[in-house]
Structure formats: C-alpha cells, structure tokens
Nanobody, 119 residues
Framework: VQLQASGGGLVQAGGSLRLSCVISGKIFSIDTMAWYRQAPGKQRELVAT???????NYADSVKGRGTISRDNAKNMVYLQMNSLKPEDTAVYYC??????????????WGKGTQVTVSS
C-alpha cells in the first residue's frame, strides 16, 4: 500500500491550494483518512480528518479555511486550503487507516508535499 501526495507549492499569503493524495495497492477498504503537517522545528500536527462516512474534524488553526474531502471510488483524499497564512508553511502528509482484510488494518503515511506561503 502506498500513499502519494501532491499539490503543494509556493503561494502568496491569502492564496489557495488543493492537496491530493491517492492510495494504491491491495486494499480491502479505507477507514479514516487525514492530513497532518510538520513545520520546521515543530512536531507533526493534525490538520483534518475524515471518516469513511464523511464525518470531518479540523484543527482550530484551519477551521473555516480548510476543507477535507474524499473520493472513495478513487481512493483519494483532498485538502482544500484557502486564505493561506505564512504559518501554514509546512510539509503536509496524508494518512490513511487501511483495512487489508475484513478484520485487519494498518496505518499508512505518504511522503509529504511541501507547502510554502510567502508573506
């Protein structure tokens, strides 16, 4: 199972980005999917989660600016970030709890995509 994130880049403050992550491999189903981020010198932090049923949860720092969504048919998760701030600069990682069979699952991480917001 592999997760491949894309969509990062350099954007000016106030701009927008849409991150995408595709999960590939031998998958039974995908439970919770999420985006995390890690800024230089800081711990990795949760940005947003989305359950298989579509229930979402956001870090306070991105509430109102970020939208997580998923396409179960394509095994993809997205993060739309608007009104970006310099403090959003970080490497963004996608995460998925993948069921490899009906009763066995594992957590997987993508390699990350860099988001840099200039002031």
């Amino acid at each position: 199972v592999q997760l491949q994130a894309s969509g990062g880049g350099l954007v000016q403050a106030g701009g927008s980005l849409r991150l995408s992550c595709v999960i590939s491999g031998k998958i039974f189903s995908i439970d919770t999917m999420a985006w995390y981020r890690q800024a230089p010198g800081k711990q990795r932090e949760l940005v947003a989660t989305i359950t298989n049923g579509g229930r979402t949860n956001y870090a306070d720092s991105v509430k109102g600016r970020g939208t997580i969504s998923r396409d179960n048919a394509k095994n993809m998760v997205y993060l739309q970030m608007n009104s970006l701030k310099p403090e959003d600069t970080a490497v963004y990682y996608c995460y998925a709890n993948v069921l490899l069979s009906a009763d066995y699952g594992m957590n997987y991480w993508g390699k990350g995509t860099q988001v840099t917001v200039s002031s």
